[in-house]
């Protein structure tokens, strides 16, 4: 997926929300790299865009978990908002790798972190996250173990 088509998803999506300041937020996240950031230095979406990917990607297992028994609205905040606090979180540095077919060194760049998030926050989205999704997971797992589906 392109990096403005999840930005064009997530921005939609957070119109949909009818909460004061989400207009700000929808501005304040324009001017960070949360479209452009990678979600993590070495493991999931560590590309660029992954963060926003990753984001959108969760929203959407908590909507298709959830089966429509919390509101949009939460859905979509908890979704796409539980690693707000890795906005301007990544930058990227060069580092010396070696080829190992050739032998020849060259610079390759990378992922680093610089946290500049209080932890608090990050905690208060991500708590109602795993709260959500824990109690959805069981629930499918059982209902596909009662059923022969698993």
Known sequence: MS???VRNEIKNLLGKVNREGIDRLIEFLDKTDFYTAPAST???????GGLAEHSLNVYRELKELTNGEWSEETLIIVGLLHDICKVNNYKVEMRNKKNPDTGVWFQEPYYTTEDLMPLRTWRKISNAYFRIYK???RRIIFNKMAYGRI
């Open 42 to 48: 070495r493991f999931h979406n560590n590309f660029e």
């Open 135 to 137: 109690t959805y997971k």
């Open 3 to 5: 990096v403005e088509t």
